[in-house]
């Protein structure tokens, strides 16, 4: 009798077992409430950890969270930083929650943690951390086009000049704040939004993609050539500007190689010095005519451009053929290239017909828009 009892008992506790387990993995509220978070895209692994510290509907009145996703899959995941995981913007980092939360305990609110993340690489983020708390560091990293690694630059700018702090950041960022030429970034893919200045340098055996031959027409001699878009588009530049002015716009200098900026640089530094050459003429694989982009123009009516009909029509209308004037009197600072009244960039209409709207350098609207792309 008494080893009866012992088997009923024993099966009494073995099926309150059972009924639990079957209770849980057929629960009906927690498969729909898998099945909600499912819909919002979120892992598996996140929907066991979302549920399991209770946030299901925390996370259910939100949109999806490509943070928080990440962030629910980590071993480091932390239920006391919630609040601010919710708002994060996700950034690939390596170790994102970790690096997150060593932020969070420096003191950073949710808003400063975006701004350091949003262009942070490894590198730039692990030297940032080594930092003590900075107040006020969103002054500088507030901006889309802010950048992390720069962060000391932007204060060591700001104390040399006293100017608004997001130009600042796009100073710094275009390179003001280095000499020419020094620890240059390197261009390498061809592109009609392509940057290429005293801070950006083209590889010397770099070739503009479809370069063609300028046709006799809209040139000064037969050796002139360009990317086929940029010289399309100019010949139909100078078609209208002859019928707006009475006399086309040619192009007197259109692409150069990297030898051939080099024989010019010195041909100017021997003929007219270093400082002249220096003001005028760009170092080898530092000039836009080797992207295939550039043109120097010449006006049919004179040997002179600066003043002519010609000018004057293409500065106004230039931009709607995706041409911007490159190298204005005022701008000298930005673009550290002397006043050229002759020479046009290519850059597409939409890019062209925005910077004629804001009157801004294409050194500048690069920074702002582009750079992070």
Known sequence: M?????????????????????????NPIKLYNKHLLKELKY??????????????????????SAALDEIFKSKDFKKDNFKIYKELKYQKLTD??????ALISKGYNASDINNIIRNATDESLKAFLEKDYIKDVSEYLKFDFSILGNYDRYVEYQKENNIDKELVVVYV???????????????????FSMLVNKYNELDKDFVPEDLVNVS???????????????????????????????????VRSGYRDYKTQQDTY?????????????????????????????VDVKAESSNTFAGTKESKWLKE??????????????????????????HYRYVGNEIAEYIHENDMTYDEYYIRFLNNK
Not at 173 to 191: A, C, H, M
Not at 216 to 244: H, L, P, W
Not at 281 to 287: E, L, N
């Open 173 to 191: 960022n275009i390179g003001l704040d280095r000499d020419f030429y020094t620890e240059p970034n390197k261009v390498t893919e061809f592109s």
């Open 216 to 250: 006799e027409d809209y040139a000064v001699d037969d050796k002139q050539k360009g990317n086929e878009t940029m010289i399309r588009n100019f010949m139909k530049m100078s078609d209208d500007c002859k019928e707006a002015v009475g006399y086309k716009i040619l």
């Open 96 to 101: 994102f929650t970790k690096q997150v939360n």
């Open 266 to 294: 010195n041909l100017y530094l021997n003929t007219y010095g270093k400082k002249y050459a220096e003001n005028y003429v760009a170092h080898p694989g530092f000039s836009e005519h080797q992207t295939g982009l550039a």
């Open 2 to 26: 008494k080893k009866r009892k012992l088997n009923k008992k024993l099966v009494i506790i073995v099926s309150i077992i059972l009924l639990v387990l079957i209770i849980e993995i057929v």
């Open 43 to 64: 892992n598996e692994q996140s929907i066991n950890n979302i549920l399991k510290n209770g946030l299901k509907d925390d996370v259910l009145d939100m949109e999806y």
């Open 317 to 342: 209308n230039a931009y709607k053929y995706g041409f911007i004037f490159r190298y204005a009197s005022d701008t000298e600072d930005i673009t550290g290239i002397k006043y050229e009244s002759w």
